[in-house]
């Protein structure tokens, strides 16, 4: 099964069970706990640990029913490596049903609320009947100005960029 298929299985259940903003909240969780401890992956993909074990460790997790059975489907078939993947595609999958447009800003500087504010204001009416969702990271590659991703498409509008279209100008 494609890990595009996973999360369009789970995220089909979520929506069936009315559980999107649960799931979502307890994916999130999953996600940040396996990459503080990276082992855990290694431990439930490893033939040598049978899968008992592993569904015994699944189980002891604090999670949402349909997330427990997902990660024991993942288990048994030695594919918990996949999570981070299946964690993107979901994460998209649920935005786009929940219309939240979830833009990553690149900024050479911290941001401050005011600017966010602004930025949010001028972004807002390019996503009609959406929520617009920034995450904003600091780059200290940028020189200046702003770098803006959504689903894969950039707007990039840092001084860098502009000296090398002046420069292709000239």
């Known amino acids: 099964m494609s890990i595009s298929n996973y999360?369009?299985?789970l995220?089909?259940?979520a929506k069936e069970e009315n559980k999107i903003d649960v799931?979502?909240?307890?994916?999130?969780?999953?996600?940040?706990?396996?990459?503080k401890n990276p082992t855990w992956v290694t431990l439930m993909d490893s033939p040598m640990v049978s899968f008992?074990?592993?569904s015994k460790m699944i189980d002891s997790l604090e999670y949402d029913s349909s997330l427990i059975a997902f990660l024991k489907m993942l288990a048994q078939k030695n594919n918990?490596?996949?999570y981070q993947e299946i964690y993107n595609e979901w994460t998209l999958l649920s935005r786009v049903y929940q219309k939240i447009a979830h833009l990553h800003i690149y900024s050479a500087k911290p941001v401050s609320?005011?600017?966010?504010?602004?930025?949010?204001?001028?972004?807002?009416?390019?996503f009609p009947n959406q929520t617009?969702?920034?995450h904003i990271t600091i780059d200290p590659t940028l020189l200046g100005g702003l770098k803006i991703d959504y689903q894969?498409?950039?707007?990039?509008?840092?001084?860098?960029?502009?000296?090398?279209?002046?420069?292709?100008?000239?």
């Open 113 to 126: 609320k005011e600017v966010e504010e602004r930025l949010i204001k001028a972004i807002t009416p390019r």
């Open 132 to 134: 617009v969702s920034l």
């Open 7 to 9: 999360a369009k299985a």
């Open 11 to 13: 995220f089909s259940i």
């Open 152 to 170: 894969g498409q950039s707007l990039d509008h840092s001084v860098a960029r502009e000296i090398e279209e002046l420069y292709t100008t000239i």
């Open 52 to 54: 008992e074990e592993k």
């Open 23 to 35: 799931l979502t909240y307890h994916f999130d969780d999953l996600k940040d706990t396996v990459d």
């Open 80 to 82: 918990i490596h996949l």
